[in-house]
């Protein structure tokens, strides 16, 4: 089998995985390419309401990444007893790391209502947030995503790959109570963040 061949030859595990850097990386790229730009500004009208969502592009990285698992548990099939436990030890992290991804574009959504933000998540559907109580928009740049805060400290959180953010921006700005911190953040969302590629 060529993979248990590479497991027990070092230099061709290490040219396999500079091999695989190189396809995947690219790869990668172009993914995240197609992600920002499927990505719309004003989100998705369902029965008057703006509705935010992952986008097409966001859900195939997330699927590609659902895949890492799936490589790491067939090369424990072929490694010898001694490595194996590290192969299912990397397939388990893989998995802790992709599936709360995979839920995440699948699952959650944003309703824009009238008189509150809602947040639909997998296991916390219905969290509304009341425009009257939001006191807080900030961008976390090590997470990628925005935090909204409301005057009781309640959060919800809103990925940077979601789209829709310019209608959630313009929200913020003509609904929420005005403040630096809400204008600075809603300003910010409403610009279409996008870290890897160049302005049009």
Known sequence: ?????????????????????????????????VVFSSQTGLGRKEGGRTVLTHVTGTRLVSAFFLLTPVFWSWAALAAPDQRRVFFIAFGAFSLLVAGPMAAATFWHNLVLEDDALVSNALFSAGRRMAWSEIVSVRFNESMLWYVIESSSGRRIRVSGYMSGLQALSDALLERAPESDSVRKGARHMGARWRPYLPDA
Do not use: C
């Not at 027990?8 to 995947?24: E, K, N, R, S, W």
């Open 1 to 33: 089998m060529p993979l248990e061949f590479l497991i027990h030859q070092d230099l061709y595990a290490v040219l396999f995985a500079a091999l695989t850097l190189v396809v995947v990386g690219p790869a990668l790229m172009l993914m995240l390419r």
